[in-house]
Nanobody, 115 residues
């Protein structure tokens, strides 16, 4: 049984920073990848970025320079650090673990950017 749990969402003012995390547990290999997505109200889910098993990260162009992805090796936790947040960053943030042919979604964590 694989579990993926996001945490760390909340409300932040424009220009502020927030870190959300994604913790994976269960029977997963060492070659998994973690991808971040977000879904704003009334909009389709969109990709944010991800980190591969080798530690290489990638962030969508629209968020580069503001969003950073990192991980803690050994406890299967990945972080999404978001700086200089804007109103348009308000969304539910999801992570997805991809391990071979299998993909597992978390339940999401709400990030609200509001003054």
């Amino acid at each position: 049984q694989v579990q993926v749990v996001e945490s760390g969402g909340g409300r932040v003012q424009p220009g502020g920073s927030l870190i959300v995390s994604c913790a994976a547990s269960g029977s997963i290999s060492s070659r998994y990848e973690i991808e971040w997505f977000r879904q704003a109200p009334g909009k389709k889910r969109e990709g944010v970025g991800g980190i591969g098993s080798g530690g290489i990260t990638d962030v969508e162009n629209a968020m580069k320079g503001r969003f950073t992805i990192s991980r803690v090796i050994g406890n299967n936790t990945v972080f999404l650090k978001m700086d200089n947040l804007k109103h348009d960053d308000t969304a539910v943030y999801y992570c997805r673990l991809v391990d071979g042919p299998n993909a597992y979604w978390g339940q999401g964590t709400q990030v609200t950017v509001s003054s």
